[in-house]
């Protein structure tokens, strides 16, 4: 079994940070793209950013230049680091990857989410 657990979500003033964790943890032999995305209540979740296991990162036009996405292949992590946060970027943040199991199967788990909250 595998499971996906986020950290580091939390209440942060405007224009603060946080840094988020994935941790891939059980049966994991091979954890190949990390993509985290976040929902607003009511609304789609939309992707935020994704990294391949050759950390090459694309990131969504409103996080450019604020938001840094990167991984450790030997712990199975992948962290999202979030500077200059914004009032609207109040959401839950779910971790997703792309993991091949010891035996050899490939699926795309996700994480339960982490809340972030941007407030005064």
């Known amino acids: 079994q595998v499971k996906l657990v986020e950290s580091g979500g939390g209440l942060v003033q405007p224009g603060g940070s946080l840094r988020l964790t994935c941790a891939a943890s059980?049966?994991?032999?091979?954890?190949?793209?990390i993509r985290w995305y976040r929902q607003v209540p009511g609304q789609q979740r939309e992707l935020v950013s994704s990294?391949?296991?050759?950390?090459?990162?694309e990131y969504a036009d409103f996080v450019k230049g604020r938001f840094t996405i990167s991984r450790d292949n030997v712990l199975n992590t992948g962290y999202l680091q979030m500077n200059n946060l914004e009032p609207g970027e109040t959401a839950v943040y779910y971790c997703n990857a792309d993991i091949m199991t010891r035996n050899l199967r490939e699926a795309t788990y996700w994480g339960q989410g982490t809340q972030v909250t941007v407030s005064s």
């Open positions: 990294i391949n296991t050759k950390s090459i990162a």
């Open positions: 059980g049966n994991v032999f091979t954890v190949y793209d």
